[in-house]
Antibody, heavy 114, light 110 residues
Framework: VQLQESGPGLVKPSETLSLSCAVS????????WSWIRQPPGKGLEWIGY???????SYNPSLRSRINMSVDTATNQFSLKLTSVTAADTAVYFC?????????WGPGTMVTVFS | QSVLNQPPSASGTPGQRVTISCSGS????????VNWYQQFPGSAPKLLIY???RRHSGVPDRFSASKSGTSASLAISGLRSEDEADYHC???????????FGGGTRLTVL
């Protein structure tokens, strides 16, 4: 399985961040998926994981602003994070979730600024 | 402030054995198995160790991990220059109901 994130590099405060992760080498319905982020110069923060059937677990600190979904037709999954602030500026990674996050995409940098 | 505590830096010389520690609590390391990740600057993390001490596909047996109580450690034997990277520990926290990471340890090969 290989993963590739895509999305806007810049988002304005209070808007919604939308990212997609393209899956190759496997079906998006076959595995659990996860999102993780890393602010510049800082450690990793787990955002959540989910399965196409609706099983999900989100980081409680972000739960009220997160939505994850799957697009079977395009073999992609996505992350939406609402009401962003500068604190959401980070590199966002998608990953396959098995015994933890075992395969990662290269990451995409998202900057929140006006 | 990370939930798991790692030293910010570690170092060793080629051929040496180095260990990186990860300290947690009863709700995370004390209960669940720890994963370890390797990250080179500008790149995504790569899984090294999962389920406490199982090496991910392709990871050399120079890398090993252990746990005692609420602390875990990653050991790298026969240190090589290509091991210079950031290392992160991660574990599920039953109280937070979330995966938590350490702040990462930058390993320098002198």
């Amino acid at each position: 399985v290989q993963l590739q994130e895509s999305g806007p590099g810049l988002v304005k405060p209070s808007e919604t961040l939308s990212l997609s992760c393209a899956v190759s080498g496997g079906s998006v319905n076959d595995y659990f998926w996860s999102w993780i982020r890393q602010p510049p110069g800082k450690g990793l923060e787990w955002i959540g994981y989910f399965y196409h059937s609706g099983i999900m677990s989100y980081n409680p600190s972000l739960r009220s602003r997160i939505n994850m979904s799957v697009d079977t037709a395009t073999n992609q999954f996505s992350l939406k994070l609402t009401s962003v602030t500068a604190a959401d500026t980070a590199v966002y990674f998608c990953s396959k979730y098995s015994s933890g996050m075992d395969v990662w995409g290269p990451g995409t940098m998202v900057t929140v600024f006006s | 402030q990370s939930v798991l505590n790692q030293p910010p830096s570690a170092s060793g010389t080629p051929g040496q054995r180095v260990t990186i520690s990860c300290s947690g609590s009863s709700s995370n390391i004390g209960t669940n198995t720890v994963n370890w990740y390797q990250q080179f600057p500008g790149s995504a993390p790569k899984l090294l160790i999962y389920s406490q001490n199982r090496r991910h596909s392709g990871v050399p047996d120079r890398f090993s991990a252990s746990k005692s109580g609420t602390s875990a450690s990653l050991a790298i034997s026969g240190l090589r220059s290509e091991d210079e990277a950031d290392y992160h520990c991660a574990v599920w926290d039953d109280s937070l109901t979330a995966w938590v990471f350490g702040g990462g340890t930058r390993l320098t090969v002198l």
